[in-house]
C-alpha cells in the first residue's frame, strides 16, 4: 500500500512538473517536432521529384552486332530504353546499365501480380545456378504519377528484399506504361511479362502469366541456344 501511494506521489510530482514547464521550452519541444515532421515530407517529396520518370525509348542498334548471331531484320525486337531506380536508390538505365551477356527481365504493373512473380522465383533461380552467365532482373512498371509515392514503394520494397543482391537486381520504373507496352508489343497490363535478352538487347523469347514447367523448359532451350552461339 505504501508503496502505490509512493508511486501516485511520483505521479503527481511528474504532472506537477509537467505543468511547470517553462513556456518556451514547451514551444520550442512543439518546434523541433514540426522541423523533423517537416524535414519528414520535405525527403519525401525531394524523392519523389528526383527518381527518373523519362517516356520509354527505342534502342538503336549497337556496333557490336555481328559480335552474336542477330535475329532476322523481321523478327528483330529490341528491350526498350527504361530508366528506374534500384533498391538502393541509385539510377539504373535498362537494359543499359544492366550486367553483360544474356539477361531476362521479369516486368510487373502492379503489387496484385506479386504472386506470378513469386513463383517464377524459384524456377528462374534454378535455370540461373545451371546458366550463371545469366542475370536475372526484376523489373516493377509504374505510372509516371505514382513517382510522388517513390520513397514509400522503394522504400518497403528494400525493406523485405532479403540481401542486397536482390536490391540491386530490383529496378522500380516510373514511365508511360502504355508506351512501353507499345514498343514491345504487349497487348495489355493484366498480367506479368518475362523477356530473354541476348547481349544485343535483343528479345529471344518471351512469355507471360504464371509459371509452367513447359514455359520454363522452353526458356532453358532457347538459352542453351543462345549461348552455344555466343
Excluded: C
Excluded at 527518381?51 to 535475329?71: F, M, Y
Amino acid at each position: 500500500m505504501g508503496e502505490l501511494y509512493l508511486a501516485n506521489k511520483d505521479s503527481e510530482n511528474m504532472s506537477e512538473k509537467r505543468t511547470n514547464m517553462p513556456r518556451w521550452m514547451l514551444l520550442g519541444s512543439i518546434i523541433v517536432g514540426l522541423a523533423i515532421l517537416g524535414a519528414g515530407v520535405t525527403a519525401v517529396v525531394l524523392i519523389g521529384q528526383s527518381v527518373p520518370t523519362d517516356d520509354p525509348a527505342p534502342l538503336e542498334e549497337t556496333n557490336n552486332d555481328s559480335i552474336e548471331a542477330a535475329l532476322p531484320k523481321e523478327e528483330a525486337l529490341r528491350f526498350p530504353r527504361i530508366a528506374g531506380t534500384d533498391l538502393a536508390f541509385r539510377e539504373v538505365v535498362v537494359p543499359l546499365d544492366l550486367e553483360a551477356g544474356p539477361k531476362l527481365i521479369v516486368v510487373s504493373y502492379d503489387d496484385t501480380q506479386q504472386p506470378l512473380v513469386d513463383e517464377w522465383l524459384a524456377p528462374l533461380e534454378s535455370l540461373n545456378n545451371e546458366h550463371p552467365t545469366l542475370s536475372g532482373y526484376y523489373v516493377p512498371l509504374l505510372p509516371k504519377d505514382a513517382a510522388s509515392s517513390a520513397a514509400f514503394i522503394i522504400g518497403g520494397m528494400s525493406a523485405v528484399a532479403e540481401n542486397d543482391r536482390d536490391r540491386a537486381r530490383t529496378v522500380v520504373v516510373f514511365t508511360n506504361v502504355d508506351g512501353f507496352n507499345r514498343l514491345l508489343e504487349v497487348p495489355d497490363k493484366d498480367t506479368v511479362q518475362l523477356f530473354l535478352l541476348d547481349g544485343n538487347h535483343q528479345v529471344r523469347w518471351r512469355e507471360s502469366g504464371a509459371y509452367s514447367a513447359d514455359k520454363i523448359a522452353d526458356l532453358a532451350t532457347v538459352l542453351d541456344e543462345l549461348l552455344q552461339n555466343t
